[in-house]
């Protein structure tokens, strides 16, 4: 059974172009959640797909938005990159459930520099 | 706004000894509470949640928790740990104060596990 898949799982950009990284969830799991990760913090919630629906969203600006598809993949996608994006992002699955109380299942994370 | 408190950024700790990484919320409504551990280049992977009932919950590779409702904390403990269990450990809160979907994490304690 393969895990959460993320694409690609290094990316270098320079500022003010566009990105899109790409994550395939858990089998059997319909929501994927993105989470920026900066160098030496905590994971940081970007937004939350279900029925290919932004959910819910974090404190991201609109440079940041996303897609899910009907099979349940996703992207993200970053407009007008800005040094300060440079980070680990990761994409969670998870099934229906508990409202914030479901498990999730990270990904390795696509590691973006921007230059 | 809910937040997360994780009290010590680093805990060095010799092979075979207990460890505590100490974890504090600021939510007075009913949360649900996670540990994740993070390996060098790995995404996160859950060690364990509470989401109601008992507060002393049991995870993954002999780790527990404590929930403590009084003090708003969520204490990790295992009472004798491996030089394997080496990674960065995240606590993170979701529910209702959250906007029912997000989680908020932690700034990450680096446990590290010397011989």
């Known amino acids: 059974d393969a895990g959460v898949t993320q694409s690609p799982t290094h990316l270098i950009k320079t500022r003010g172009q566009q990105v899109t990284l790409r994550c395939s969830p858990k089998?059997?799991?319909?929501?994927v959640s993105w989470y920026q990760q900066a160098l030496g913090q905590g994971p940081q919630f970007i937004f939350q797909?279900?029925?290919?629906?932004?959910?819910q969203r974090g404190n991201f600006p609109d440079r940041f938005s996303g897609h899910q598809f009907p099979n349940y993949s996703s992207e993200l996608n970053v407009n007008a990159l800005l040094l300060g994006d440079s980070a680990l992002y990761l994409c969670?699955?998870?099934?229906?459930?508990?409202?914030?109380?479901?498990?999730?299942?990270f990904g390795p994370g696509t590691r973006l520099l921007v230059l | 706004a809910q937040s997360v408190t994780q009290l010590d950024s680093q805990v060095p700790v010799f092979e075979e000894a207990p460890v505590e990484l100490r974890c504090n919320y600021s939510?007075?409504?009913?949360?649900?509470l996670f540990w994740y551990v993070q390996y060098p280049n790995q995404g996160l992977q859950l060690l364990l949640k509470?989401?109601?009932?008992?507060?002393l919950v049991k995870g993954i590779n002999g780790f527990e928790a404590e929930f403590n409702k009084s003090q708003t904390s969520f204490h990790l403990r295992k009472p004798s740990v491996h030089i394997r269990d080496t990674a960065e450990y995240f606590c993170?809160?979701?529910?209702?104060?959250?906007?029912?979907?997000?989680?908020?994490f932690g700034a990450g304690t680096r446990l590290f596990v010397k011989a």
């Open positions: 993170a809160v979701s529910g209702p104060d959250t906007g029912g979907f997000k989680t908020i």
């Open positions: 939510s007075s409504v009913s949360v649900y």
């Open positions: 509470y989401l109601s009932g008992s507060t």
């Open positions: 797909y279900y029925e290919e629906e932004e959910r």
């Open positions: 969670a699955s998870s099934r229906p459930g508990l409202a914030g109380g479901e498990t999730q299942y």
């Open positions: 089998s059997g799991h319909d929501t």
